[in-house]
Structure formats: structure tokens, C-alpha cells
């Protein structure tokens, strides 16, 4: 028999405690043993049928010598790392959704576990349910990672998504993506791109072998996306997405952002919709692949917290390992590196300013705005060199 701690019980952890007891026999059957809720650890009260493995001190976790696996479902990085580092030089593998933990501490954490010898999981950290982890580090292992790009944030896409097809303005949207409890009650970290940051790092670190850290990582979210530009974006046969991409350059680095994009209608992006996230990896050797699922909740969330849990179960005595080595600022390039399209909503002669364009037309537009799609492929900084002297009002990257 094994036994597992759960550490945080809110919507995940208690996701993962209702799988583990609801699931009983068929988990022992894939595990190849028994797996028993021992602790669940948790400030607040419990549900009365959990009441007898409530524990509130990490301790009685780190001293039982017969817990083998440690989930952390508790968020934030304080505590959570802290009880981590404590849970692995304490012998015991350790599985998590937390994002903010393994995006900036992965690195250190998967070289404890490697010099205790257990394992340090996290499936459930980048699109919620949906399998990335494991398929990119060994479904696609023979390849050479060269882009990632993905839709990592399910809120920001449901606000999105209630933009283009319901013509809510982007805080009509986001207040109804908190009443149905998908965004946070801070949602910052969600609209500024600062989640999607921190999966794209990730998945990143899993892809290329270096640390990532996301203060490496320009991100800019949603909060300047109007449905002016939800209009243009439209007449274009476009649809905006927040994007997390990484990118392999030809000397190794590797050049990653988070920032909305006009992606193509016909691109299989485009039809991700409401909090359903997507990420497409080019390999060397297999082209392009594609992950689909939902990428947040308690249940989908909860199947990859599980899962991991299985696999550590079903190879005891031999380590699952995960690791990358340690970055640098030779890891990673300048967004600005990136060439594309640029979408363009302003006031004054946009075309004077940037040469051959894809004019758009909107109805309802103020007389003195207009908007275009450069035909010109160009960085960030030459797009805003060229319009020094035009009032701009959007800009933003179009994928092709
Ligand atoms: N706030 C995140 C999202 C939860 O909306 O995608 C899952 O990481």
C-alpha cells in the first residue's frame, strides 16, 4: 500500500482526495497497489467524511515514515515551496499543479528529488487535464523541439471567446467569467499574461533542457483588447488569442513571449474557445502536434494530479526523472527578434507611415480611426519606428 498526503484542499486538492476515494479499485488495478489517503493537510475546515485524515501541521507529514507521496495542490509560492523542498529531503515524491513552483524553482526542486532519489511530477502545472508534460518529454523525445506555441490560459480565452460572439466589452466578460468561478477574484495574473508566462516557461524548460525563468519572458495580457479591435480582427477573417510562444533561433536560443495575436480563422487556434486550451508543438521529425482540452477546474486538473500519482505508483524502485539544466541570459533572446505581421488601429495616414497595407473597415468607427494589417514582415521595434508620429491605439501581432 502507498500512502499519500494531500497538501491544500481547495478546488484542486479536493478534486484529487474525491478521486482517489471515489476510484479506489480501478487506481489499485493501474497502480499495480493500493493507494490510501492518509493526511489531508489544511488550514480550513473539511468536509465531515475527511475529518478523520485532517491535519493542520506540514510536520506530521515530513516525520510519517509511511507517506510515500506528497500532493501539492496549495498554490502560491511560499509555503508551498518551502513544504516541497521539505517533503522531498524528507524522501517522499512530490506531485503538483502549482505553476508558480515549478516555473521558478523546477530546476532546483527536480535536483533534490534526483539526490533523494524520488520524483518531482507536475502533468497537471501547463493546461489543466490535458496530457503535455509527459507527451513532450518522452512521447517527443526524439525530436528537436523547434516552437511551442499555445493558447495556456482558459480565462483570458473565455473572455476573449465572450468578446468575439457575444460582443461583451472586455470587463462585461471578464465579471461574467468570475461569476462562473473561472477566474480568480485577483484575476491579474490570468488578464496581464502572467499565467500563460509561467506555463510557456514550462513547457519550455521540458522542450529546450535549459531553465527559463519567466522574468526572462516578455508578457503582455488582454486588458488593452477592445471589441474595435475583436471588429477589425473579424473583417480580417481573424479571430485575437492570447498566445504563449517559444521559438528556437538558429544559433540555439530561444525566443519566447506571451501576447495577443490575430490568428487565422482556418488555424485550428482559432476555434479553441471558451476555457479550453490548446498547444501545438513542431518537432524536426514529426512536423506539427497538437493538445486539446480543457485547461482549468477541479475534476480535469485533478485527473493529471492523479495520473501522477499512478505513475509514480506503478514504478516504484525505478525513478521517473524530469530535469533541465540550469539558464542563463544565453538561453534566451529578445521578443523582439521575432518577425511578423502587425495589426494597426490609430488615428492618422497608416499607410503613409507604414507602407503597403491590408486596410480594414468597420462600421461604427470614429472618423478620424482606421486600421490596417502590414504587408511588411517586421519586429516590434520597426513597427514602432515607422509609426513615430501616428497616434496608436493597438498594436498587435498577427500569426502566419
Ligand atoms: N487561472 C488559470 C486559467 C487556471 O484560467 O487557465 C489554470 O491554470
Not at 524520488?118 to 513532450?136: D, H, K, N, Q, T
Not at 488569442?241 to 528556437?248: D, I
Not at 511578423?340 to 480611426?369: H, I, N
Request: aromatic residues 4%.
Amino acid at each position: 500500500m502507498l500512502n499519500v498526503a494531500v497538501m491544500g484542499c481547495g478546488t484542486v486538492g479536493s478534486g484529487v482526495v474525491e478521486i482517489l476515494l471515489g476510484h479506489v479499485e480501478s487506481i489499485a488495478r493501474k497502480a499495480g497497489d493500493e493507494i490510501r489517503v492518509k493526511y489531508i493537510l489544511d488550514l480550513r475546515e473539511l468536509p465531515a467524511q475527511w475529518e478523520d485524515r485532517h491535519i493542520t501541521d506540514f510536520s506530521v507529514i515530513e516525520q510519517d515514515p509511511e507517506v510515500d507521496i506528497v500532493v501539492e495542490t496549495m498554490g502560491g509560492v511560499g509555503a508551498a515551496l518551502e513544504f516541497t523542498r521539505r517533503a522531498l529531503l524528507a524522501g517522499k515524491s512530490v506531485v503538483t499543479s502549482n505553476k508558480e513552483v515549478v516555473a521558478a524553482h523546477g530546476c532546483e526542486l527536480n535536483r533534490i528529488a534526483k539526490e533523494k532519489g524520488v520524483c518531482y511530477l507536475f502533468e497537471a502545472s501547463v493546461g489543466g487535464g490535458i496530457p503535455i508534460i509527459r507527451p513532450l518529454s518522452q512521447c517527443l523525445a526524439a525530436n528537436e523541439i523547434l516552437e511551442l506555441r499555445g493558447i495556456l490560459n482558459g480565462t483570458t480565452n473565455y473572455i476573449l471567446t465572450r468578446m468575439i460572439r457575444a460582443g461583451l466589452s472586455f470587463e462585461e466578460a471578464l465579471a461574467e467569467a468570475q461569476e462562473k468561478g473561472y477566474a480568480e477574484r485577483d484575476p491579474s495574473a490570468d488578464i496581464l499574461g502572467h499565467d500563460a508566462c509561467r506555463k510557456i516557461c514550462i513547457l519550455s524548460d521540458i522542450a529546450f533542457g535549459r531553465h527559463i525563468s519567466p522574468e526572462q519572458v516578455p508578457a503582455e495580457g488582454i486588458t488593452g483588447v477592445t471589441l474595435a479591435d475583436v471588429d477589425y480582427a473579424g473583417a480580417a477573417g481573424k479571430k485575437i488569442k492570447l498566445l504563449g510562444r517559444a521559438v528556437r533561433q538558429a544559433d540555439g536560443r530561444i525566443c519566447a513571449c506571451v501576447a495577443p495575436h490575430l490568428v487565422d480563422q482556418a488555424d485550428p487556434l482559432a476555434g479553441v474557445e471558451d476555457v479550453f486550451n490548446a498547444i501545438a508543438v513542431r518537432g524536426d521529425s514529426i512536423g506539427e502536434v497538437m493538445f486539446y482540452g480543457r485547461g482549468a477546474g477541479k475534476l480535469p486538473t485533478a485527473s493529471a494530479v492523479v495520473a501522477d500519482v499512478i505513475d509514480i505508483a506503478s514504478h516504484q524502485g525505478h525513478r521517473k526523472a524530469m530535469s533541465w539544466d540550469e539558464g542563463g541570459d544565453d538561453v534566451v533572446c529578445s521578443g523582439d527578434v521575432l518577425k511578423s505581421r502587425w495589426y494597426v488601429r490609430g488615428e492618422g495616414d497608416l499607410s503613409a507611415a507604414l507602407g503597403c497595407v491590408q486596410s480594414l473597415t468597420r462600421a461604427d468607427a470614429a472618423p478620424a480611426e482606421s486600421a490596417c494589417i502590414t504587408e511588411e514582415e517586421m519586429t516590434r521595434s520597426e513597427a514602432e519606428k515607422k509609426l513615430t508620429g501616428v497616434k496608436v491605439l493597438s498594436l498587435i501581432r498577427v500569426l502566419d
